[in-house]
């Protein structure tokens, strides 16, 4: 349960921090709808991630590869950001918050107004083929058509399980992180590499939001054990006082 102490604690570091950086995962996006990966619900409890998640899927399991990801899109377009995320593009606007870190691929950050936002593992929403690279819409990605250029297998533009993260982003979340004197980590098992090392670059204050203990928690300075979007409200209450 939320222990009200902890985000007045949270709110008042806020409030003295020069540079907050946020780091989502999965969490952040569950009450909107979309499943996370690791919890009981989660994706990965009712499918093997080596078997759709990986460039081995694409290349030699193409219609299971597609067939997940078809259904992960079309799921998202019927969901939208909530509260917490319209909570955190309100601190950026406020100056309250200098940028997100996500794993997710759901692009609800964007959706909900933040600007400044580093996907580490892509989007959904971006689709290329997978031999030539060119771009293609959503539509003929969920319709199961081919590259119009090479007639190559299409793929949205997130970072398969034995890809490599895009280096120029990698490299900014980095900074980002680097130079924050406060860091929220939201939603996150972080059992995944290599985000779940980004922590351990914040020299500043480092809090994590989860409705569960994960195995980084002695990494925190102060833990908030409850869902995000009341967190984030009960945060923005707070803040607002001053
Ligand atoms: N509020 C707070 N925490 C939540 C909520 C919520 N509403 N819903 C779920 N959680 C917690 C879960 O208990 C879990 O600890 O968020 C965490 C989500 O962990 P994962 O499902 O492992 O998701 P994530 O950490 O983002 O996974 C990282 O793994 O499969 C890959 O590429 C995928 O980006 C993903 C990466």
């Known amino acids: 349960m939320m222990e009200r102490q902890n985000v007045e604690q949270l709110a008042e570091w806020m409030r003295e921090s020069e540079k907050t950086v946020v780091l989502t995962g999965a969490g952040m996006s569950t009450e909107s709808g979309i499943p996370d990966f690791r919890s009981k619900k989660g994706w990965w409890k009712k499918i093997d991630p080596m078997s759709v998640s990986t460039t081995e899927a694409l290349e030699n399991e193409y219609e299971l ?19 917490g995320h319209h909570v955190l593009a309100d601190w950026e606007k406020q100056g309250l918050l200098s940028a997100i870190v996500t794993q997710n691929v759901d692009g609800f950050h964007h959706a909900a107004g933040n600007e400044k936002v580093f996907e580490l593992h892509g989007s959904l929403r971006s689709i290329l083929c997978s031999e030539c690279g060119r771009g293609a819409d959503e539509e003929s990605f969920l319709n199961h058509k081919a590259c119009l250029s090479c007639e190559g297998n299409l793929r949205p533009d997130i970072v398969l399980f034995g890809e490599m993260l895009p280096q120029d982003v990698w490299g900014e979340a980095i900074r980002e992180i680097e130079q924050s004197d406060l860091l929220i980590v939201i939603g996150s098992s972080l059992k995944v590499a290599p985000a779940n090392e980004l922590p351990f670059l914040s020299t500043g204050k480092k809090v ?18 409850g ?5 984030l409200e009960t ?4 803040v607002k006082e001053g």
């Open 208 to 225: 994590i939001i989860n409705n569960e203990e994960t195995y980084l928690h002695n990494a925190f300075d102060l833990h908030v054990d």
């Open 65 to 83: 590869f597609h067939d997940f990801y078809q259904v992960r899109l079309t799921d998202l377009n019927a969901c939208r950001p909530h509260s």
């Open 235 to 238: 945060l923005q209450e707070l």
């Open 227 to 231: 869902n995000a979007g009341t967190v």
